[in-house]
């Protein structure tokens, strides 16, 4: 499981000889899938989107990355690694740890998930580009999806990502953030959704069984899972899509009654839970104060906001 620092974050995203190639190679392995237009954006923004394609099309010849055109988004191409590309990529040192699922590069599950998969990689655009404008530090590779954390009895929450976040530049001092991202697209119900946040609760909480023996004097006690890969729980931001504001305010209804739980006092008083419409993340970016603590989801604050004011 992913823990780094700011150093180390920055380490992992320095590509070095391999260049563009090797990132473009290395983000879509993480990613599961872009289009054009977001690789472009998520990589080289400042140059022209003619330099992305045949970047895309020249790793497609080397038999490292594949796509889909989706006919009914105007024949939009997504791309996504081959086997051979997600062979190559993990032995990366970026990438390490990381274990892509077995259909990343089966065309078909690609077809099948490209709604979801498309709208989580757009929300990872939203906070690299506003980092980027805010002079804060939040690289592709900063967004990692679906990292697997145990709750015990074969149990576990997977975010739809994990992401780090430091304010300020590089080498600077300013404060590392952690999220976990739930990107919403209104496919299940209100109640399923709010079921995440006791999930969360749970994780927070969870420590695992030790293995039976004897403690000796001065052995330190069982520790929660969580503090063995982050010095504080990560934030959990719900990014709503697939409605309208009728919608939206359903699903924060529901997730305002799963605060309400009596049992979760003790996690919403110490981890920021939050939820926004994906579409005030595009408009106003995502440090906008957009967001909505569910436990009073009447305010609107910014999702980098200290823990306790």
């Known amino acids: 499981m992913p823990h780094r620092t700011g150093g180390e974050a920055a380490a992992m995203t320095d590509v070095g000889a391999g260049g563009g190639d090797r990132l473009a ?3 879509l392995t993480q990613y599961r899938m872009a289009t054009t237009e977001q690789i472009h954006l998520l990589l080289a923004p400042d140059v022209r989107i003619e330099q992305t394609r045949r970047r895309l099309t020249k790793l497609r010849t080397e038999g490292l990355l594949d796509r889909v055109t989706l006919p009914q988004a105007g024949r939009t191409r997504v791309w996504f690694p081959t086997g051979y590309g997600v062979q190559v990529a993990s032995g990366w040192p970026e990438l390490r740890g ?3 699922p077995r259909t ?3 065309r078909t ?3 099948l998930r490209v709604g979801h998969g498309l709208t989580v990689t757009e929300t990872a655009l939203a906070f690299i580009q506003d980092a980027r404008q805010r002079g804060d530090l939040c690289r592709p590779l900063d967004w990692i ?3 697997y954390h145990p709750l015990g009895s074969g149990e576990a929450v997977i ?3 994990l992401m780090f ?3 300020g530049s590089a080498g600077s001092d300013g404060a590392m953030l952690r999220a976990f991202v739930e990107v919403d697209r209104a496919t299940m119900g209100p109640e399923r959704l709010a079921a995440k946040v006791p999930a969360y609760a749970r994780l927070h909480r969870y420590t695992p069984a030790p293995i039976a023996q004897r403690r000796t004097a001065g052995q330190e ?3 929660e899972e969580w503090r063995r890969h982050y010095p504080l729980f990560p934030r959990v931001l719900f990014v709503l899509d697939g409605t309208g504001p009728a919608g939206i305010e359903t699903r924060i209804r529901a997730l305002r009654a799963a605060a309400g739980d009596p049992a979760l006092a003790g996690f919403l008083r110490d981890v920021p839970v939050l939820a926004a419409p994906l579409v005030d993340l595009l408009q106003g970016g995502p440090s906008a104060p957009v967001w909505r603590p569910i436990q009073a989801p009447d305010h609107r604050v910014g999702w980098t906001q200290p823990r306790h004011p």
Do not use: T
């Open 159 to 161: 975010p739809d990502a």
């Open 109 to 111: 599950a690609v077809r």
């Open 221 to 223: 006690p069982p520790q």
């Open 104 to 106: 990343v590069s089966d």
């Open 165 to 167: 976040y430091q304010r």
């Open 25 to 27: 190679l290395a983000v």
């Open 145 to 147: 999806p679906e990292v």
């Open 98 to 100: 990381r274990r892509p």
